[in-house]
């Protein structure tokens, strides 16, 4: 579970996070969010994993793993950034050394795209 000043709650903050850059691979698609008014605040995560994936079960442990590899992710997130991963639906038959080598290879990649707090991406 994620402690929770890093949950991403409110459906506008997940709107506003998902207009911002995105990177993707097979099984996951991160988009990364940053505004003035977040900075210095904790990083935020949210998950979407929606029935596309699978049942609720399926969709579930998903959610569980994501999680779960993110948790250890955090201390390397920005300050003030809002992080939404969305699982594809090739992700209900991935394992969790899968999951964790796509967030692995796509999360520093969103995060580059982000832009600098001077206004230059």
């Known amino acids: 579970m994620l ?3 890093h949950r991403l709650r409110s459906g506008s903050d997940f709107a506003a996070t998902v207009r911002g ?3 993707g ?3 996951i698609v991160v988009h990364a969010g940053a505004s003035d008014a977040r900075a210095g605040l904790p990083p935020r995560v ?3 994993v929606s029935k596309a994936v699978g049942g609720a079960v399926v969709r579930n442990r998903v959610k569980r793993v994501l999680r779960a ?4 992710r955090l201390d390397s997130l920005p300050l003030g950034t809002d992080i939404v991963v969305r699982a594809k639906p090739a992700a209900a038959s991935a ?3 899968e999951l964790a080598a796509a ?3 796509v999360l ?3 995060l580059r795209r982000l832009p600098t707090p001077g206004g230059t991406p």
Not at 69 to 72: G, Y
């Open 3 to 5: 402690p929770a000043p």
């Open 21 to 23: 850059p995105r990177q």
């Open 25 to 27: 691979s097979r099984l």
């Open 46 to 48: 949210g998950f979407v």
């Open 69 to 72: 590899l993110v948790s250890p």
């Open 95 to 97: 394992n969790t050394p």
């Open 103 to 105: 967030l692995d290879r």
């Open 108 to 110: 520093p990649a969103v």
